[in-house]
């Protein structure tokens, strides 16, 4: 699958939710997160821990300030703390993070509004591609960028295993 996401600092929730709601957006659910992120030879690999679910999630993007790519691979996982231990061993943890999302909906665009353990709060955007094209994606991507009023000073490239290994 492929999506086009940014990632910025956000200095009020509150204000976002207030331009989600007049977008109109649609409010999805809060959910807590704790993602594992392994060593591997290329790309990233975590395993999503949540209340009501577990995913595998392997994914390829460059940092870039600016909206990137992204290709990435789902796997639901039924036993997860086994395949934990399994990946653990095999390639070693590299970080954990650990956040709390309220997760928007505009078209095919997910809002993240996150709470990241020891870094703050952040936006993020991903546009999925699966039935629009990129052109469509595209547009609708910068819209919402400019309904939440994103600007470059905010902009981040890395993710929050990046920035958690480099406050370390």
């Known amino acids: 699958m492929q999506n086009l996401e940014l990632k910025a600092i956000s200095s009020c929730h509150q ?37 009501d679910r577990a995913e595998l999630i392997g994914y390829n993007r460059p940092n870039s300030q600016t909206s990137r790519y992204s290709q990435y691979q789902i796997l639901p996982i039924s036993n997860p703390d086994s395949l934990k231990q399994i990946l653990t061993q095999t390639l070693g943890v590299k970080v954990v993070v650990e956040k709390q999302r309220a997760l928007w909906l505009f078209g095919a665009t997910r809002i993240h509004l996150d709470r990241v353990e020891n870094l703050g709060q952040f936006i993020e955007l991903e546009t999925v591609i699966q039935s629009q094209s990129m052109e469509e994606a595209e547009r609708e991507h910068q819209r919402v960028k400019r309904c939440l009023k994103i600007e470059g000073r905010d902009l981040i490239g890395q993710s929050y295993s990046d920035l958690l290994l480099f406050n370390r």
Not at 19 to 37: E, G, N, V
């Open 15 to 51: 204000a976002c939710v207030v331009a989600l709601k007049q977008m109109p957006a649609d409010f999805k659910a809060s959910i807590y997160q704790i993602d594992t992120y392994f060593h591997c030879p290329t790309g990233r690999l975590k395993l999503r821990q949540m209340v």
